[in-house]
Antibody, heavy 123, light 106 residues
Framework: EVQLVESGGDLVQPGRSQRLSCTAS????????MSWVRQAPGKGLEWLGF??????????EYAASVRGRFTISRDDSKNIAYLQMNSLKTEDTAVYYC??????????????WGQGTLVTVSS | EIVMTQSPATLSVSPGERATLSCRAS??????LAWYQQKPGQAPRLLIY???TRATGIPARFSGSGSGTEFTLTISSLQSEDFAVYYC?????????FGQGTKVEI
């Protein structure tokens, strides 16, 4: 069974940094792309970024709203994906989800989601 | 960026009724369209990918159709557990984008 468990959510002051982790199990983590999505309180889903498997260079894509502030990385030896968030703003307050991205027809969709971790940015 | 627009924002239906949810893309996404269900306090769950392929374990009462810019999610006979928020998402172009959601309520 695919399991994704996010951790690292906390109350953070504006301007500070926070790193989230997504620990994966139940599948060949190194073979799959991963993505991060967030949801502000009472709002919809916002895609943040994506990391390819090392087979495809481990390269990344980001939403414009977080490019340059957020960085996604992965440690395939530990089955963990990371979301490093810098220069946090109050509007970054949200539940952060990691997702596995499965390929079909040359594109990948989010087939499995973690339970989410809450990041609150406030002074 | 591709804008995904869902309608209606809220759909009021009774158990056993048919529900039809719409999703429109601002430009063609071919069939790279997914639908997700989210219940309060839970993570989203994949229902449909490739516009019309049900994900593993999804009941047959859920069906998806469409291609290009117009897509539909149909729930043939609503069960109590289907009352939730539904999101469409395109995965053709970067950045990936979601619709704003349709809330299906009693």
């Amino acid at each position: 069974e695919v399991q994704l468990v996010e951790s690292g959510g906390d109350l953070v002051q504006p301007g500070r940094s926070q790193r989230l982790s997504c620990t994966a199990s139940g599948f060949a983590f190194g073979d799959d792309a991963m993505s991060w999505v967030r949801q502000a309180p009472g709002k919809g889903l916002e895609w943040l970024g994506f990391i390819r498997s090392q087979t495809y260079g481990g390269t990344t894509e980001y939403a414009a709203s977080v490019r340059g502030r957020f960085t996604i990385s992965r440690d395939d030896s530990k089955n963990i994906a990371y979301l490093q968030m810098n220069s946090l703003k109050t509007e970054d307050t949200a539940v952060y989800y990691c997702t596995r991205c499965l390929y079909s027809g040359g594109r990948c969709y989010f087939d499995s989601w973690g339970q989410g971790t809450l990041v609150t940015v406030s002074s | 960026e591709i804008v995904m627009t869902q309608s209606p924002a809220t759909l009021s239906v009774s158990p056993g009724e048919r529900a039809t949810l719409s999703c429109r893309a601002s430009q063609s996404v071919s069939s790279y369209l997914a639908w997700y269900q989210q219940k309060p306090g839970q993570a989203p769950r994949l229902l449909i990918y490739g516009a019309s392929t049900r994900a593993t374990g999804i009941p047959a009462r859920f069906s998806g159709s469409g291609s290009g810019t117009e897509f539909t999610l149909t729930i043939s006979s609503l069960q109590s557990e289907d009352f939730a928020v539904y999101y469409c998402q395109q995965y053709d172009k970067w950045p990936r984008t979601f619709g704003q959601g349709t809330k299906v309520e009693i």
